[in-house]
């Protein structure tokens, strides 16, 4: 079962949350886009342990068009409830039960639903509005955020304030997740075992108290 955490994306409780777990936006370092296992997934383990041993985030970088993404999103949020006459709750972070996996949804929709908010590139937005089309690079984001909060289904609302929107709408591949879920299981392994190692070299205990008594089990 999914535990949805209130704090602010980004804030202080959200880096805690987010630091030295997989999370969906780099799912695509453990699965690749077609189903398989991504070679990237050793790189992407080190650097959450790096940030276990440490206790942060390391390596955080916000590019010029993820700076205007945030900037942009309540505008976007709000064409998209008046197109669709709904109502977009605004959620902080979402884990599994047991706090190992995580995502960071832009909205919750109802019961059943996650928002997406894309503030692309105009050549990327006009892309989207010819093809109805959403990048095969988002698949392991998309389908990972479905996979964690438990979800059917994801809207991608493509957003510029100077063209017609495209909203496009993904639904959970049970195939894919499934395949997701068993190389997050083996990646968090991985983590466990060399936190372990690392332990017993230095002989000290970087394991959150919180992992500790689900590892009990």
Known sequence: MAIYHKCDQYDDKWDSLHSGIPTSSKFDKIITPTGKSSSQWKGYAHHLIAERLLRRSVNTFTSEWMARGLELEPDAVGMYEMLNDCEAKQIGFVTTDDGLIGCSPDRLLG??????????????????????????????????????TGREWVDIFSYHPELPPSQIRVVRDESYIGFLENQLWEFNSYIREAMAKI???????????????????
């Open 111 to 148: 019961e059943k639903g996650l928002l997406e908010i894309k503030v692309p590139k105009p050549d990327t937005h006009v892309g989207y509005l010819l093809t109805s089309e959403i990048s095969e690079n988002y698949r392991p984001q998309l389908q990972g955020q479905l996979f964690v």
């Open 199 to 217: 332990e017993k070299l230095t002989g000290k205990n970087f394991t959150p108290e919180a992992e500790l008594e689900v590892l009990k089990y």
